[in-house]
Nanobody, 114 residues
Framework: QVQLVESGGGLVQPGGSLRLSCAASGSDFSRRAMGWYRQVPGKQREWVGTLSNSGITNYADSVKGRFTISRGNAKNTVYLQMNNLKPEDTAVYYC????????WGQGTQVTVSS
């Protein structure tokens, strides 16, 4: 029933920034920890970071200090601010609860290349 829609990806040079957005179709995620995940072809989806309902964040070591997760004023939205992007950040980025449940969205492609 819940739909997850990611947006904001694109092509960016190393060292650049992007802000990804995630919108859920309803209030189902309002009391859940939300997170971002990413996946490259041939590899399993990996966890990027978490924002709890109380505002506590946690990040994978690979992105710590560069990425920030936040909620919008509408609690069905979550953002991923990505700074100092690196080529190894190239992936399709997804949002979901933490732990994830239900169907995944289409994701949004982030490509970091010069």
């Amino acid at each position: 029933q819940v739909q997850l829609v990611e947006s904001g990806g694109g092509l960016v040079q190393p060292g650049g920034s992007l802000r990804l957005s995630c919108a859920a179709s309803g209030s189902d995620f309002s009391r859940r920890a939300m997170g971002w995940y990413r996946q490259v072809p041939g590899k399993q989806r990996e966890w990027v970071g978490t924002l709890s309902n109380s505002g506590i964040t946690n990040y994978a070591d690979s992105v710590k200090g560069r990425f920030t997760i936040s909620r919008g004023n509408a609690k069905n939205t979550v953002y991923l601010q990505m700074n100092n992007l690196k080529p190894e950040d190239t992936a399709v980025y997804y949002c979901n609860g933490v732990p994830p449940f239900g169907a995944w969205g289409q994701g949004t492609q982030v490509t970091v290349s010069s």
